[in-house]
């Protein structure tokens, strides 16, 4: 059966239903369209899934530095949740910690009590007390003693002091390790080639020397051995100097240097990761100064025979000295005591000798389980039920918990897999398939609420909405009703400031500005069903928030703030202009100065000019769109909402110059014919400021003066004493013929030069030949929707015809 056609709702459209119809069955029956509906993916989520999976496969594969930070927060969590174990007894650490610190302030106060400790009563202590207790600790059976310490500058003491440990060096050396430390990876070739090592009169003995550094992994841990770091150094030495150090001139790690020292071999391994036996404390630690001292000599390390057998490490864990790294077990939620570097070296130094490494799993083996994991993830019906996707939810938890759980039986057998992004991956596809339904139903539900809050005000679509509970907000406001609402949790309307043909206007507070200070929101309102309307409204919108961004730069022109779309309706949000406007000032029973006209002109024209040097025509220039300003006793032009932005050819002020035709938008009375037809131009603007002058001279608004049968304004008769020039200017702007007035801004303001402004009449006259008909100047009683900017059709015509002989329906647009 070939697919219905949405011409077919239509009689008229029938023949094309018919042809579109045939023409979606061959289509189909293409052979690209056939391979295209047989192998394509089985909707977005689906697709989607795969995407999870691609992208989790080709992440383990590259293992970039977050996806490591992420593994090795979770094998720090390993180590915690498997806790501390029992560490090998043969290893011990003789610590340098803050008990022994302390105890040379003994021999401070009583030297000849306390002799023994004579060597210890000052940090850094003399480095004949440490040849002292490594021939102490030999000579009862230790198997190696190892010094976390680096000897690199000589003994503050005096030569003698490095001359007495290079004496017990050189007795007992093949059995001691002194540390080395390295340079970091980023100095440059001279400093990376130059690790620092003891003094050289220590090492013209018998002493095993190893590297003490460690890598940092991404997470800012130790993850693993010191062996890693040294593949590194060596790496970045053969790239600095393109030749390979030779193998017997390599330093080993200090474990490795450890273990050479107690002749013990380490059993072969293939990994390097540390195994961790537990927190701070977990390795037997015995305070430095128990062996200076005789009698915790005898007492507590039974006359030297605790040390028989034993790889001793000494280093500090005094506080003091602040050799403090993070790792597991150290400075966690669960474990904040922070390890000392001799504790790290003595779990390096049991791992190397009990083969507890912790081993990675391979790249290609990481990337086959992950794929698997992921390929059974992703093997679901594209398009679920709610309760299969519930269902779903529940497997792809079960399934993350699974994956941990493995990845935890694997950590506790030896092996290091993938964790955190095959878990990310499964819980992602999870999270899909669950708002994959909600979200496909949301989308739906939008398109509803676009198509009838595209034509809210209609009367059928809201007897459509009035009948569903949640579409109850898209209902038209009544105005008494609008204050308080809240636009984009963000304007707060106070009050209806008035209502226009292009919308309303309201007073509101910017709620996320300090003293929530007032501004203006312009409304776009919309009430018709031709889309074509919403369209034209939408553009008109579009254009005013373009233009004021850009003229908002003119001090009095109100600056732009905001423009948004909410709930289908279009709002500009305008800096507040705290002053009068011009319509009141003329509706106060007395018209105004021919001084104060032509202040009103040399302060606007001004303004004119510079909208018009943006190519913009304003369009709708009438009293209720001009406010005289409080604080400089400016007036301000407001209200762009019938601007239309056009390039003006340079030809546009010549008389024969070419016009486009447009839209008509303006005011009646303030609206001169060209406008109504659609073809507004510079001196459009030029004959509204005209008949606003007029107006305010003469107190009469622009449909109760009379005119001429050529169409020209008949009005100087009404001002007394009229200055000639002002007259001739004001005739010249308001000429009904747009080629006889003034083609620029510009040249009105040369004009209004000739005029001496203090010759001219300050105060307001009274009119002259008054009209017994007419109520007082400037309070004429007319229909308030003379006074709105309305939008005219193309075909208006280039005679001017008032606005009761005109059909409704063709002559204004209610926005």
Sequence with gaps: MP???????????????????????????????????????????????????????????????PVQRLDRQVQTAFWEIRGPVSPPT??????????????????????ARYPELAGI??????????????????????????????????????????????????????????????????????????????????????????????????????????????????????????????????????????????????????????????????????????????????????????????????????????????????????????????????????????????????????????????????????????????????????????????????????????????????????????????????????????????????????????????????????SSEIAGKLLRDRYRIVKVLGAGGFGET??????????YPACVVKQLKIASDNPRAHHLAQRLFTDEAATLEKLGEHDQIPRLLAYFEDNYAFYLVQEMIDGELLRDRLSQRRPMSQRAVVRLMLDLLPVIQFVHEYGVIHRDIKPSNIIYRSRDRRYVLIDFGAVKVKQISNRLVETDARLTSTVGIGTHGYMPSEQSAGLPNRSSDLYALGVTCIEALTGLPPHAIKRSATGEMVWAYKVENLNPRLEHILRQMVRYDFNARYPQASLVLQALKQISIDELQSESPSIADPQPTLQEPGIVDIDPALDQTVLLPQNWGEDYRPANHLDQEDTEASV
Aim: proline content about 7%.
């Design 506 to 515: 309201y007073l509101a507070e910017d709620t996320q500005r300090p003293g």
């Design 90 to 111: 043969d290893v011990v650490i003789l610590a340098i910690d803050d008990e022994s610190l302390s105890q040379g302030q003994h021999y401070l106060d009583d030297p």
């Design 3 to 65: 697919p219905k056609s949405l011409a077919s709702t239509s009689p008229k459209a029938a023949p094309h239903a018919e042809k579109a119809a045939t023409t979606v069955t061959l289509t189909h029956t293409h052979p690209i369209s056939q391979y295209w509906h047989r192998y394509r993916p089985k909707g977005w989520r689906q697709a989607t899934r795969w995407a999870c999976f691609g992208i989790a496969v080709v992440v383990t594969a590259l293992g970039p530095t």
């Design 121 to 478: 009563s000052a940090w850094p202590w003399q480095r004949q007390v440490y040849g002292q207790v490594i021939q102490k600790l030999l000579d009862n059976g230790a198997r190696a003693v190892a010094i976390d310490l680096v000897f690199s500058t000589p003994s503050a003491y005096g030569q003698a002091d490095d001359r007495i440990l290079a004496e017990t060096l050189s007795q007992y050396g093949s059995r001691v390790v002194l540390a080395t430390e390295l340079g970091d990876l980023d100095l440059r070739q001279g400093d990376l080639l130059q690790p620092t090592l003891p003094l050289p009169i220590l090492q013209d003995t018998p002493v095993h020397l190893g590297v003490i550094n460690f890598g940092v992994e991404p997470n800012g841990q130790i993850h693993r051995l010191s062996d890693h770091y040294l593949s590194l150094v060596e790496q970045a030495e053969l790239e600095l100097t393109g030749i390979p150090a030779p193998a017997d001139e390599r330093i080993p790690s200090f474990a490795e240097a450890t273990l050479q020292a107690a002749e013990v071999s380490p059993t072969e391994n293939s990994g390097d990761h540390i195994f961790f036996y537990g927190p701070a404390g977990t390795f037997t630690q015995v305070p430095f100064w128990y062996v200076l001292d005789p009698t915790s000599w005898v007492s507590q390390l039974d006359s030297g025979q605790f040390f028989k057998d034993k790889i001793v490490l000494i280093g500090s864990t005094a506080t003091l000295h602040r050799d403090f790294h993070a790792a597991p077990f150290s400075q966690t939620q669960q474990y904040p005591e922070a390890l000392s570097g001799v504790e790290i070296l003595a779990n390096t130094v049991a791992t190397l000798q009990n083969a507890n490494v912790v081993r990675p799993l391979p790249t290609w083996g990481a990337i086959a389980l992950v794929a698997l994991g992921m390929a059974v993830a992703t093997r679901t019906r594209s398009h679920p039920t709610t309760r299969q996707l519930l269902q779903r939810g529940g497997w792809i938890l079960g399934g993350a918990t699974f994956w941990l759980m493995a990845g935890y039986g694997l950590f506790l057998t030896g092996w290091l897999v993938p964790v955190a992004v095959p878990v990310l991956g499964i819980v992602s596809v999870g999270a899909i398939d669950m708002a994959a339904a909600a979200v496909s139903e949301q989308l739906k539900k939008n398109h509803l609420r676009q198509t009838l809050a595209r034509y809210v005000t209609s009367p059928i679509v809201q007897e459509i909405i009035s009948q569903q509970d949640d579409l109850q907000d898209l209902l038209v406001t009544p």
